[in-house]
């Protein structure tokens, strides 16, 4: 097993333990693998680990490390809690996410009964809250591992622990601001990846936990990243998804500052990358450079998230987002004028603490001008240690309930209207896979986020293909082929 030129199967354990990153972690890899390979002798079978993702992208492509970890060590990748390693990487962002994880872990606990030497490790946002993981110490007394989201870099070593120690081990950091590079990653997509720009948030919406689990913003070096897309590309990458909670600040804080708009150009020049997409802007942020950069890039696509979140400025400024719904709206103007055909989506919460129905009316009023190409709609989740959690005017569920089935009525209406414009058209669409109903046709994404199912084989996954888009239903294409571009 050969990652970044150093064979794991050449490591000498006798050695001391390297203190430098990531070298130590692949000495731990090497320790774990000679333990997993013992156990897999010992049992006459592979060793199998499954690992299980909530959240957001910044998450799924967290998961992707922990993969390529579990990989360098010798566990075989399940889809099935049966297992001999089992890891939940978690979200807070609401409530409901934090009880899913609780509800399965019940079940988790009942294999472990079957199958004692089970590992079960939890890492993720969740663990960052104190009380989430006093709560786990108490009552989920058979979990193995318990760490956070600053140190996921450590992660073969605390595998190397759990592998040999009976205790439950608990490691939470409160912040840092180092990142470590080059640890393997198993890719979930051979032609897609993302890719972390930036790690935390220093935004302090009112509502919003991310802030206190995530920690303060840190960007990585431009030449890190750009080495990070060639290694991609020369792998078969030709998109590439640009992550963090913040990306239009990113760079503020690097020793030597760089705009989000100079890094997409250098992005760009990148030989092979067909597209590039990027998650997710704060409007308070969204710079003029940028929307000219993106008007003027081939690769780029046409998809802009932009979470909204209220349409009302006295409710956005209790949630302290910086902007008034005046700004949204002439930033939405600026956009659509330097890129007519870009697709818009956002997020909204309803409910927030204080919303009255005239607040209310101001959120279906700028849905209602913007025509988002879709929209994620919350309902507000009182979330521990935020200001807005303090605040003492708390919406009553039922209430919350009812704007948040107005809001999606109305979303979806426009959704369906604004996706059909492109019908009848030609467009580039990034072929990802077999269709799930019919295997005679394939599914691929317009620039703009959109799907589109045309007859094609599994040789067109992950190439660009030109399609006439035939008829649309509802929120996808159903299109034929025009002609078909080199692989
Ligand atoms: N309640 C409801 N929705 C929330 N979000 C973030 N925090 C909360 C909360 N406390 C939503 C926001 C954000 C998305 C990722 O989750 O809309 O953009
Ligand atoms: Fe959930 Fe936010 Fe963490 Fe993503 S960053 S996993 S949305 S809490």
């Not at 992208?57 to 360098?72: F, H, P, T």
């Not at 078969?236 to 100079?262: C, D, I, R």
């Not at 269709?435 to 959109?450: C, F, H, P, Y």
Request: hydrophobic share 35%; charged share 30%; glycine share 6%.
């Amino acid at each position: 097993m050969i990652y970044q030129n150093i064979d794991l199967d050449q490591i000498d354990l006798n050695c001391p333990v390297p203190e430098e990153e990531p070298e130590r972690q692949y000495y731990y890899m090497a320790l774990a693998r000679s333990l997993v390979r013992e156990k897999s002798r010992e049992l006459g079978r592979p060793l199998y680990a499954c690992t299980q993702t909530f959240g957001c992208q910044m998450n799924a492509r967290d998961s992707e490390k922990l993969e390529g970890i579990l990989e360098a060590i010798g566990y075989e990748k399940t889809e099935s809690e049966k297992a001999d390693f089992v890891i939940y990487n978690t979200c807070t962002v609401r409530e409901n996410a934090n009880l899913r994880v609780y509800g399965r872990l019940g079940q988790l606990g009942k294999y472990k009964k079957k199958n004692p030497h089970m590992i079960i490790a939890l890492c993720g946002c969740m663990m960052q809250e104190p009380q989430v993981v006093e709560k786990l110490k108490k009552s989920y007394r058979f979990i193995n591992l318990i760490f956070g989201t600053h140190n996921l870099y450590r992660f073969a070593e605390y595998v190397a622990r759990a592998l040999t120690e009976d205790s439950m081990i608990i490691d939470i950091w409160k912040d840092t601001d180092q990142i470590v590079e080059n640890l393997p990653v198993d890719r979930k997509y051979s032609f897609k990846s993302g890719v972390n720009i930036m790690f935390g948030c220093n935004n302090f919406c009112s509502y919003c936990i991310v802030p206190y689990v995530r920690g303060r913003e840190r960007s990585r070096k431009p030449e890190e990243i750009l080495q990070e897309i060639r290694r991609l590309v020369s792998d078969g990458v030709v998109e590439v998804m640009l992550l963090g909670q913040n990306v239009n600040s990113y760079g503020k804080n690097l020793e030597q500052p760089v705009s989000f708009a100079k890094l997409l150009l250098e992005v760009e020049k990148t030989e092979g990358l067909k597209r590039i997409r990027f998650m997710t802007s704060h409007p308070k942020d969204l710079s003029e450079e940028l929307i000219e950069v993106m008007a003027k890039s081939k690769k780029v696509c046409r998809h802009l998230h932009l979470p909204l979140q209220s349409g009302s400025s006295r409710i956005l400024k209790r949630m302290n987002r910086r902007y008034t719904k005046e700004q949204y709206l002439e930033l939405v103007e600026r956009i659509r004028k330097a890129m007519p055909d870009i697709s818009l989506t956002t997020d909204i919460i309803v409910g927030f603490p204080g919303e009255t129905e005239e607040d209310f009316q101001e959120t279906l009023d700028v849905v209602r001008r913007v025509r988002f190409d879709s929209a994620f709609t919350f309902q507000y989740s009182r979330r521990t240690g935020t200001p807005a959690a303090a605040m003492d005017d708390q919406i009553p569920p039922e209430v919350v309930k009812d704007r948040f089935d107005r809001l999606l009525e109305e979303v979806q209406k426009i959704a369906k209207e604004v996706c059909s414009r492109d019908v009848h058209t030609v467009q580039e669409v990034l072929v990802e896979s077999i269709n799930e109903q019919d295997a005679s046709l394939v599914t691929g994404r317009m620039s703009n986020n959109t799907l589109v199912h045309f007859p094609g084989d599994s040789s067109l996954i992950g190439t660009l293909q030109k399609v006439y888009l035939t008829e649309c239903k509802g929120f996808y294409y159903m299109g034929t082929p025009v002609a078909t571009e080199e692989k």
